[in-house]
């Protein structure tokens, strides 16, 4: 969670702010700081009672491995992309944050049955959200950002899903 939240203001300071520098937010766009901080503060929020939430369910106790796996790998590929072009990613660290991994979780206990379909759901989406991210390093590519933005969206969601299943 602690990642979450420093990857949410620094989103934040960027949407806000227009750079991720801290001394733009503090020097020069101050009035945008309870902005960024009540973004950082809902993030937070929204861990610590999803994540006690997790913790009491018994559905989760067979695939929390997973799922915290799953969620550590989806937001180390956030928290990269977002330090290395954070003006074209910025809006969508922020979706993510704000329910997409949320709803993931949610839906990973549905079905905990170990199956192949749930195998290449979880790797198929992990390979896919890293090809999305990669699209934003190609000059090419960069005007399709609200179809990526989809993909990063459902791919997260699925990895997630895929996630939700028994050793």
Not at 28 to 53: E, I, K, R, T, W
């Amino acid at each position: 969670m602690i990642v979450k939240t420093f990857l949410m203001v620094m989103v934040a300071t960027q949407v806000f702010c227009g750079s991720v520098d801290p001394r733009v937010l503090f020097l020069q766009c101050f009035d945008n700081v309870p902005y960024v901080a009540a973004s950082a503060a809902a993030v937070a929020l929204m861990g610590a009672v999803f994540g006690h939430y997790i913790v009491r369910m018994k559905t989760f106790n067979k695939i929390f491995a997973n799922m915290m796996k799953v969620d550590f790998l989806v937001t180390a590929m956030y928290f990269g992309v977002a330090f290395t072009v954070p003006s074209l990613v910025a809006s969508k660290v922020m979706i993510w944050l704000f329910g997409t991994w949320v709803l993931g979780m949610l839906l990973a206990p549905f079905n905990s049955d170990r199956t192949v379909l749930k195998k290449i759901t979880e790797y198929g989406s992990l390979v896919a959200l890293g090809a999305l991210f990669s699209v934003h390093f190609i000059p090419q590519f960069q005007e399709f950002g609200s179809a990526s933005t989809i993909g990063m969206i459902i791919s997260s969601i699925m990895s997630m899903f895929g996630a939700g299943r028994q050793k």
